[in-house]
Protein backbone atom coordinates (compact mmCIF):
# COMPACT_ATOMS: atom_id res chain seq x y z
CA UNK A 1 0.00 0.00 0.00
CA UNK A 2 1.02 3.53 -0.25
CA UNK A 3 1.84 5.82 2.49
CA UNK A 4 -2.05 6.65 3.79
CA UNK A 5 -2.02 10.67 2.64
CA UNK A 6 -4.31 12.86 4.94
CA UNK A 7 -6.92 15.20 3.71
CA UNK A 8 -7.97 18.15 5.62
CA UNK A 9 -11.65 18.98 6.28
CA UNK A 10 -13.56 20.94 8.04
CA UNK A 11 -15.24 19.98 11.22
CA UNK A 12 -16.94 21.09 13.84
CA UNK A 13 -14.61 20.05 17.15
CA UNK A 14 -15.91 20.08 20.77
CA UNK A 15 -13.00 21.05 23.19
CA UNK A 16 -14.98 21.59 26.11
CA UNK A 17 -18.21 20.38 27.75
CA UNK A 18 -20.57 23.10 27.65
CA UNK A 19 -18.79 25.59 25.21
CA UNK A 20 -19.82 26.00 21.41
CA UNK A 21 -18.16 23.45 18.97
CA UNK A 22 -15.28 24.99 17.27
CA UNK A 23 -15.73 24.83 13.00
CA UNK A 24 -12.45 24.72 11.70
CA UNK A 25 -9.78 22.42 9.66
CA UNK A 26 -8.70 19.26 10.90
CA UNK A 27 -6.70 16.60 9.10
CA UNK A 28 -8.52 13.30 8.58
CA UNK A 29 -6.11 10.33 7.70
CA UNK A 30 -6.78 7.93 5.04
CA UNK A 31 -9.03 4.60 5.98
CA UNK A 32 -6.62 2.00 7.18
CA UNK A 33 -7.56 -1.79 7.02
CA UNK A 34 -11.51 -2.32 7.47
CA UNK A 35 -11.93 1.24 7.51
CA UNK A 36 -14.11 3.22 4.54
CA UNK A 37 -13.43 7.26 4.35
CA UNK A 38 -16.18 9.18 3.01
CA UNK A 39 -17.32 12.53 2.14
CA UNK A 40 -20.56 13.57 3.55
CA UNK A 41 -23.46 14.85 1.64
CA UNK A 42 -25.14 15.46 5.61
CA UNK A 43 -26.11 15.13 8.77
CA UNK A 44 -28.79 14.81 11.17
CA UNK A 45 -28.42 16.92 14.77
CA UNK A 46 -29.62 14.59 17.53
CA UNK A 47 -30.38 15.24 21.01
CA UNK A 48 -27.89 12.42 21.83
CA UNK A 49 -25.46 14.93 20.12
CA UNK A 50 -26.61 17.67 22.42
CA UNK A 51 -26.65 15.61 25.58
CA UNK A 52 -22.63 14.93 24.90
CA UNK A 53 -21.94 18.77 24.39
CA UNK A 54 -23.68 19.07 27.84
CA UNK A 55 -21.84 16.12 29.50
CA UNK A 56 -25.04 14.42 30.27
CA UNK A 57 -23.21 11.67 28.26
CA UNK A 58 -19.60 13.03 28.38
CA UNK A 59 -17.76 12.23 25.27
CA UNK A 60 -13.68 12.08 25.03
CA UNK A 61 -12.35 15.15 24.47
CA UNK A 62 -11.43 16.72 21.85
CA UNK A 63 -13.98 14.98 19.89
CA UNK A 64 -16.32 15.54 16.33
CA UNK A 65 -19.57 14.76 17.60
CA UNK A 66 -22.77 13.67 14.94
CA UNK A 67 -23.62 10.22 14.17
CA UNK A 68 -26.27 10.32 11.57
CA UNK A 69 -25.13 11.18 8.08
CA UNK A 70 -24.89 9.66 4.71
CA UNK A 71 -22.89 10.62 1.91
CA UNK A 72 -20.12 8.79 -0.55
CA UNK A 73 -17.43 6.75 -0.40
CA UNK A 74 -14.11 8.35 -1.39
CA UNK A 75 -11.85 5.77 -0.49
CA UNK A 76 -11.61 2.65 1.11
CA UNK A 77 -8.77 0.60 2.88
CA UNK A 78 -7.87 -2.83 2.83
CA UNK A 79 -10.38 -5.43 2.69
CA UNK A 80 -13.14 -3.48 1.94
CA UNK A 81 -15.50 -4.77 -0.80
CA UNK A 82 -18.95 -4.08 0.04
CA UNK A 83 -18.84 -0.36 -1.60
CA UNK A 84 -16.19 1.27 -3.24
CA UNK A 85 -15.07 4.81 -4.76
CA UNK A 86 -18.10 7.13 -5.61
CA UNK A 87 -21.30 4.54 -3.82
CA UNK A 88 -23.87 6.67 -1.99
CA UNK A 89 -23.85 5.45 1.49
CA UNK A 90 -25.69 5.67 4.70
CA UNK A 91 -23.69 5.45 7.58
CA UNK A 92 -25.19 3.42 11.47
CA UNK A 93 -23.78 5.14 14.15
CA UNK A 94 -23.47 1.31 16.12
CA UNK A 95 -20.38 -0.46 14.55
CA UNK A 96 -20.67 -4.58 15.53
CA UNK A 97 -17.84 -7.39 15.18
CA UNK A 98 -19.97 -10.03 13.54
CA UNK A 99 -18.38 -13.09 15.57
CA UNK A 100 -19.09 -11.72 19.41
CA UNK A 101 -21.90 -14.37 20.99
CA UNK A 102 -24.26 -11.12 20.34
CA UNK A 103 -23.53 -10.98 16.74
CA UNK A 104 -24.12 -14.25 16.25
CA UNK A 105 -27.05 -14.09 18.14
CA UNK A 106 -28.82 -11.32 15.64
CA UNK A 107 -28.22 -8.88 17.85
CA UNK A 108 -25.46 -6.46 17.39
CA UNK A 109 -27.20 -3.96 19.13
CA UNK A 110 -25.35 -5.27 21.97
CA UNK A 111 -22.29 -6.52 20.48
CA UNK A 112 -19.39 -6.59 23.53
CA UNK A 113 -16.38 -6.08 21.15
CA UNK A 114 -17.27 -2.30 20.38
CA UNK A 115 -15.64 -0.82 23.70
CA UNK A 116 -13.14 1.50 21.39
CA UNK A 117 -15.84 3.22 19.88
CA UNK A 118 -17.34 4.75 23.23
CA UNK A 119 -13.78 5.59 23.59
CA UNK A 120 -13.58 7.70 20.67
CA UNK A 121 -11.36 5.59 18.72
CA UNK A 122 -11.60 3.09 15.44
CA UNK A 123 -10.90 -0.55 16.18
CA UNK A 124 -6.76 -0.04 15.86
CA UNK A 125 -7.15 2.26 19.31
CA UNK A 126 -6.22 4.65 17.38
CA UNK A 127 -8.14 7.95 15.62
CA UNK A 128 -7.62 9.20 11.98
CA UNK A 129 -8.82 12.72 13.17
CA UNK A 130 -6.14 15.23 14.10
CA UNK A 131 -5.12 18.68 13.90
CA UNK A 132 -1.21 18.84 14.09
CA UNK A 133 -0.30 16.72 16.98
CA UNK A 134 -3.44 16.85 19.11
CA UNK A 135 -5.46 13.82 18.96
CA UNK A 136 -9.06 14.16 17.77
CA UNK A 137 -11.61 11.67 18.99
CA UNK A 138 -14.33 10.13 17.00
CA UNK A 139 -18.05 9.60 17.58
CA UNK A 140 -19.06 6.56 15.87
CA UNK A 141 -19.96 8.63 12.40
CA UNK A 142 -18.51 11.37 13.17
CA UNK A 143 -20.70 13.31 10.88
CA UNK A 144 -19.78 17.14 12.35
CA UNK A 145 -17.39 17.41 9.21
CA UNK A 146 -17.30 17.32 5.24
CA UNK A 147 -15.36 13.56 5.36
CA UNK A 148 -15.12 10.66 8.25
CA UNK A 149 -13.65 7.58 8.25
CA UNK A 150 -15.23 5.01 9.83
CA UNK A 151 -15.36 1.17 10.57
CA UNK A 152 -16.32 -0.24 6.78
CA UNK A 153 -19.65 -2.18 8.47
CA UNK A 154 -21.38 1.29 9.16
CA UNK A 155 -21.30 2.31 5.53
CA UNK A 156 -24.48 1.07 4.10
CA UNK A 157 -24.66 1.25 0.09
CA UNK A 158 -27.74 3.10 -0.74
CA UNK A 159 -30.19 2.49 -2.72
CA UNK A 160 -29.65 4.64 -5.82
CA UNK A 161 -33.36 6.00 -5.86
CA UNK A 162 -33.15 7.76 -2.59
CA UNK A 163 -32.23 11.44 -1.99
CA UNK A 164 -28.98 11.28 -0.33
CA UNK A 165 -29.11 13.87 2.21
CA UNK A 166 -32.80 13.00 3.22
CA UNK A 167 -30.84 9.43 3.75
CA UNK A 168 -28.63 10.50 6.48
CA UNK A 169 -32.17 10.26 8.87
CA UNK A 170 -31.62 6.56 8.50
CA UNK A 171 -29.11 6.26 10.04
CA UNK A 172 -30.39 7.35 13.57
CA UNK A 173 -33.60 9.32 13.51
CA UNK A 174 -35.61 6.70 11.53
CA UNK A 175 -33.72 3.15 12.15
CA UNK A 176 -34.37 3.80 16.03
CA UNK A 177 -38.31 4.95 15.64
CA UNK A 178 -39.02 2.70 13.34
CA UNK A 179 -37.27 -0.50 14.26
CA UNK A 180 -38.51 0.47 18.09
CA UNK A 181 -42.24 -0.32 16.67
CA UNK A 182 -41.09 -3.23 14.13
CA UNK A 183 -38.28 -4.74 16.15
CA UNK A 184 -38.21 -4.35 19.44
CA UNK A 185 -42.14 -3.87 20.32
CA UNK A 186 -43.13 -6.20 17.07
CA UNK A 187 -46.24 -3.80 17.39
CA UNK A 188 -49.06 -6.14 15.50
CA UNK A 189 -52.06 -4.44 13.30
CA UNK A 190 -54.50 -2.69 14.79
CA UNK A 191 -53.22 -2.29 18.54
CA UNK A 192 -52.89 1.17 19.90
CA UNK A 193 -49.49 2.87 20.27
CA UNK A 194 -48.85 6.42 22.58
CA UNK A 195 -45.70 8.17 21.62
CA UNK A 196 -44.21 10.68 23.79
CA UNK A 197 -42.02 13.31 22.37
CA UNK A 198 -41.89 14.33 18.75
CA UNK A 199 -39.16 15.02 17.96
CA UNK A 200 -36.79 13.28 14.83
CA UNK A 201 -36.97 9.55 17.47
CA UNK A 202 -40.74 9.92 18.36
CA UNK A 203 -41.72 11.36 14.62
CA UNK A 204 -40.30 8.20 13.16
CA UNK A 205 -41.30 5.79 15.73
CA UNK A 206 -45.14 7.47 15.10
CA UNK A 207 -44.13 6.32 11.21
CA UNK A 208 -43.49 3.13 12.09
CA UNK A 209 -46.55 2.50 14.02
CA UNK A 210 -48.09 3.41 10.65
CA UNK A 211 -46.64 1.21 8.86
CA UNK A 212 -47.58 -1.43 11.28
CA UNK A 213 -51.32 -0.60 11.07
CA UNK A 214 -51.44 0.61 14.85
CA UNK A 215 -54.58 2.42 15.86
CA UNK A 216 -55.31 4.65 17.37
CA UNK A 217 -52.40 6.50 17.22
CA UNK A 218 -51.28 8.94 19.72
CA UNK A 219 -48.93 11.80 20.16
CA UNK A 220 -48.07 13.62 22.97
CA UNK A 221 -45.61 16.66 23.12
CA UNK A 222 -45.41 19.65 24.75
CA UNK A 223 -44.84 21.69 21.69
CA UNK A 224 -48.24 22.44 19.37
CA UNK A 225 -45.92 22.73 16.22
CA UNK A 226 -44.47 19.18 17.11
CA UNK A 227 -48.15 17.93 17.28
CA UNK A 228 -49.09 19.25 14.10
CA UNK A 229 -46.49 17.06 12.52
CA UNK A 230 -46.68 14.08 14.08
CA UNK A 231 -50.75 14.47 12.87
CA UNK A 232 -49.41 15.09 9.37
CA UNK A 233 -47.42 11.58 10.15
CA UNK A 234 -50.23 9.97 10.07
CA UNK A 235 -51.18 10.24 14.24
CA UNK A 236 -54.97 10.03 15.07
CA UNK A 237 -54.80 12.09 17.93
CA UNK A 238 -52.67 14.19 19.45
CA UNK A 239 -52.19 15.41 23.16
CA UNK A 240 -50.83 18.58 24.56
CA UNK A 241 -49.25 17.42 27.92
CA UNK A 242 -48.44 20.89 28.73
CA UNK A 243 -52.36 20.83 29.69
CA UNK A 244 -53.84 19.18 32.75
CA UNK A 245 -55.41 15.69 32.55
CA UNK A 246 -53.53 13.71 30.43
CA UNK A 247 -53.83 10.63 31.89
CA UNK A 248 -58.02 11.30 31.35
CA UNK A 249 -57.85 12.47 28.17
CA UNK A 250 -56.00 9.35 26.53
CA UNK A 251 -58.27 6.97 28.74
CA UNK A 252 -60.94 8.98 26.46
CA UNK A 253 -59.42 7.80 23.66
CA UNK A 254 -58.20 4.01 24.64
CA UNK A 255 -59.59 3.22 28.19
CA UNK A 256 -57.18 1.44 29.96
CA UNK A 257 -54.54 3.20 27.83
CA UNK A 258 -52.35 2.07 24.93
CA UNK A 259 -51.17 -1.25 24.31
CA UNK A 260 -47.89 -0.15 23.13
CA UNK A 261 -46.19 3.04 24.68
CA UNK A 262 -43.18 4.51 23.62
CA UNK A 263 -40.96 7.35 25.55
CA UNK A 264 -38.81 8.65 23.08
CA UNK A 265 -37.32 11.71 25.50
CA UNK A 266 -35.48 9.65 28.32
CA UNK A 267 -37.26 12.16 31.14
CA UNK A 268 -38.21 10.46 34.45
CA UNK A 269 -41.68 12.47 34.29
CA UNK A 270 -42.50 11.25 30.97
CA UNK A 271 -41.20 7.93 31.43
CA UNK A 272 -43.47 7.98 34.22
CA UNK A 273 -46.30 9.18 32.26
CA UNK A 274 -45.19 6.22 29.75
CA UNK A 275 -45.79 3.77 32.38
CA UNK A 276 -48.76 4.90 33.65
CA UNK A 277 -50.43 5.11 29.79
CA UNK A 278 -49.57 1.71 29.40
CA UNK A 279 -52.66 -0.74 29.05
CA UNK A 280 -52.90 -4.21 30.99
CA UNK A 281 -50.68 -6.42 28.70
CA UNK A 282 -49.31 -3.71 27.29
CA UNK A 283 -45.51 -2.71 26.46
CA UNK A 284 -43.78 0.25 27.78
CA UNK A 285 -40.73 0.84 25.34
CA UNK A 286 -38.15 3.05 26.85
CA UNK A 287 -36.57 5.12 23.63
CA UNK A 288 -34.77 7.50 25.19
CA UNK A 289 -31.73 7.81 26.80
CA UNK A 290 -31.92 8.54 29.99
CA UNK A 291 -29.58 10.87 32.28
CA UNK A 292 -27.21 8.16 34.15
CA UNK A 293 -28.64 7.89 37.70
CA UNK A 294 -32.58 8.44 36.34
CA UNK A 295 -34.81 6.84 38.43
CA UNK A 296 -38.41 4.74 37.58
CA UNK A 297 -40.40 4.09 40.39
CA UNK A 298 -42.73 0.71 39.62
CA UNK A 299 -45.16 -1.16 41.07
CA UNK A 300 -44.18 -4.83 40.38
CA UNK A 301 -47.49 -6.03 41.16
CA UNK A 302 -49.51 -4.46 38.65
CA UNK A 303 -46.79 -5.57 36.13
CA UNK A 304 -47.61 -9.07 37.46
CA UNK A 305 -50.98 -8.83 37.49
CA UNK A 306 -51.82 -7.16 34.42
CA UNK A 307 -48.97 -8.46 32.49
CA UNK A 308 -47.33 -5.13 31.49
CA UNK A 309 -43.71 -5.20 30.59
CA UNK A 310 -40.76 -2.41 30.31
CA UNK A 311 -38.39 -2.70 27.85
CA UNK A 312 -35.28 -0.89 26.52
CA UNK A 313 -34.93 -0.29 23.00
CA UNK A 314 -31.32 0.62 21.47
CA UNK A 315 -31.20 1.87 17.89
CA UNK A 316 -34.64 0.55 16.93
CA UNK A 317 -32.13 -3.33 18.28
CA UNK A 318 -31.56 -3.04 14.30
CA UNK A 319 -29.72 -5.88 12.54
CA UNK A 320 -28.20 -2.93 9.77
CA UNK A 321 -27.68 -6.06 6.91
CA UNK A 322 -30.91 -6.43 7.32
CA UNK A 323 -33.14 -3.41 8.70
CA UNK A 324 -31.26 -0.99 6.16
CA UNK A 325 -32.91 -2.60 2.77
CA UNK A 326 -35.79 -2.38 4.57
CA UNK A 327 -36.34 0.74 5.28
CA UNK A 328 -34.86 1.90 1.75
CA UNK A 329 -38.05 -0.45 0.38
CA UNK A 330 -40.30 1.76 2.42
CA UNK A 331 -38.41 4.89 1.42
CA UNK A 332 -39.51 3.68 -1.99
CA UNK A 333 -42.80 2.79 -1.93
CA UNK A 334 -43.31 6.47 -0.24
CA UNK A 335 -44.31 4.73 3.68
CA UNK A 336 -41.73 6.85 4.97
CA UNK A 337 -41.83 10.60 4.49
CA UNK A 338 -38.01 11.23 5.29
CA UNK A 339 -38.96 15.24 4.77
CA UNK A 340 -41.56 15.58 7.43
CA UNK A 341 -39.25 14.66 9.74
CA UNK A 342 -37.01 18.06 8.44
CA UNK A 343 -37.64 21.32 10.21
CA UNK A 344 -34.86 23.13 9.02
CA UNK A 345 -31.27 23.05 7.17
CA UNK A 346 -28.22 24.67 7.85
CA UNK A 347 -24.22 24.47 6.72
CA UNK A 348 -21.69 23.37 9.61
CA UNK A 349 -21.22 26.77 10.29
CA UNK A 350 -24.90 26.80 11.75
CA UNK A 351 -24.22 23.97 14.39
CA UNK A 352 -24.16 25.93 17.68
CA UNK A 353 -27.82 27.51 16.29
CA UNK A 354 -29.05 24.23 15.75
CA UNK A 355 -28.04 23.17 19.48
CA UNK A 356 -29.53 26.40 20.62
CA UNK A 357 -32.80 25.94 18.40
CA UNK A 358 -33.11 21.79 20.22
CA UNK A 359 -32.65 23.52 23.72
CA UNK A 360 -35.89 25.74 23.09
CA UNK A 361 -37.52 22.64 22.18
CA UNK A 362 -38.16 24.09 18.79
CA UNK A 363 -38.60 22.00 15.15
CA UNK A 364 -37.81 18.19 14.38
CA UNK A 365 -34.73 17.60 13.14
CA UNK A 366 -32.06 20.01 11.62
CA UNK A 367 -29.89 18.73 8.69
CA UNK A 368 -26.51 20.08 8.06
CA UNK A 369 -26.48 19.79 4.44
CA UNK A 370 -22.48 19.75 2.64
CA UNK A 371 -21.51 21.63 -0.02
CA UNK A 372 -21.18 19.60 -3.16
CA UNK A 373 -17.56 19.86 -4.19
ZN1 LIG B 1 -29.11 10.07 17.28
ZN1 LIG C 1 -20.07 -8.48 18.12
Known sequence: MA???????????????????????????APRAG??????????????????????????????????????VEAVGPGVHHVQPGDAVVLTWLPHCGQCVACRAGRPTQCNEVAW?????????TTRLHRGELRIHHNSATTFAEQTVVPAETAIALDASIDVRQAALLGCAVM??????RRTAQVAPGRSVAVIGCGGVGLSTLQGAVIAGAAPILALD???????????????????????DVLERVHAIVPGGADYVFEALGDATTLDLAVRLTA????????????????????????????????????????????YPELFALCRSGSLQLSELVSSTCELEGINDAFARMARGEGARTIIVYPDD
Not at 4 to 24: D, H, Q, T
Not at 117 to 125: I, V
Not at 222 to 244: C, F, M, N, W, Y
Not at 289 to 309: C, F, I, Y
Open 3 to 29: APESVRVKAAVLYEIGKPLVVEEVELD
Open 35 to 72: EVRVRLAASGVCRSDWHMVQGIHPPPLPVVLGHEGAGW
Open 117 to 125: SDLGLMRDG
Open 176 to 181: TGVGAV
Open 222 to 244: VVPAKLERARRIGATHVIDTSQP
Open 280 to 323: RGGKTVIVGLAEPGTKLVVDPLGLTLEERSIIGCFYGSCVPERD
